[in-house]
């Protein structure tokens, strides 16, 4: 199956400091390629994979659970560790529960983490009726392109799959167990107008980390993908700053070239 364009899989070679990025839940690299471009400009070896069942049809997400999109980015951490002196998991949306849980599974083997409008729970009475419904309703209207700046659209799914959405329920219920377990430094950046992920979640996640290094940034201008909205630019700069206080070797070595 052809993938959507714009969603493919980003990976480069840099220095000795290695970033892991997690996009969303029916998003795609697209949302954060060039959050991941800025990086590897810096000297960064970088991480962005497609989840499976992402970025082609909702079909072939409907056949995946949250399983296969942490075994994805799990196995991708593995591999920047192998050549990487310190490696960082960063993500987006249901991307920075999947950046949370490397850190509580991973402990030292973390560096620190960087989440924007993490998700931590499905919202809504209909979240109750997952369960059920995902029998006899296949999909629900798409969540993609929460976006405040004008003309810019993220490239994803326009319908969601229950069974997929059901999948995700379970996975941030999981992932909120685990909280305590984060005890890495932690910048936290959420929208202050968030149409998909409310800032309950991100209040929620400060309250159950363990982290005693934790830096809280509120993004004034921007919706859910802030990403690709007004404040994309000090997301990439101040992620590259908390990135070089906690890994000082940052900047000093490794090729500074763009992909």
């Not at 070896?45 to 949250?66: I, N, Q």
């Not at 936290?188 to 830096?215: C, E, G, K, N, Y």
Request: charged fraction near 20%.
């Amino acid at each position: 199956m052809p993938v959507l364009p714009g969603a493919e899989p980003y990976r480069h070679e840099g220095g000795e400091v290695g970033v892991l990025l997690c996009h969303g839940f029916t998003g795609s690299p697209q949302s954060l390629r060039p959050w991941a471009r800025y990086l590897a400009e810096q000297g960064l070896t970088v991480s962005l994979p497609l989840l499976p069942g992402h970025g082609t049809r909702w079909e072939d997400m409907a056949l995946t659970g949250w399983q296969d999109w942490y075994a994805e980015v799990d196995r991708e951490l593995h591999a920047l560790r192998r050549r990487c002196a310190a490696v960082f998991t960063v993500g987006l949306s249901m991307g920075g529960a999947l950046a949370l849980r490397l850190a509580a599974k991973h402990g030292e083997g973390v560096a620190g983490v960087v989440v924007v409008n993490p998700a931590n729970k499905v919202h809504g009475l209909s979240a109750y009726a997952l369960p059920v419904a995902r029998h006899f309703v296949r999909t629900t209207k798409g969540i993609t392109s929460d976006i405040a700046k004008g003309g810019v659209a993220e490239s994803g799914y326009d319908r969601v799959p229950l069974h997929s959405a059901h999948s995700l329920r379970t996975f941030l219920r999981l992932v909120d167990g685990e909280l305590p377990q984060v005890t890495q430094p932690l910048l936290l950046l959420h929208s202050a107008q968030d149409h998909v992920v409310p800032p309950a979640d991100s209040a929620r996640v400060l309250s159950r980390v363990s982290s005693t290094d934790v830096t809280e940034i509120l993004l004034e201008q921007s919706y859910h993908v802030a990403t690709l909205d007004h404040d994309a630019d000090r997301i990439f700069e101040e992620s590259y700053a908390f990135i070089g206080r906690i890994a000082p070797s940052v900047g000093k070595e490794g090729t500074a070239v763009g992909g």
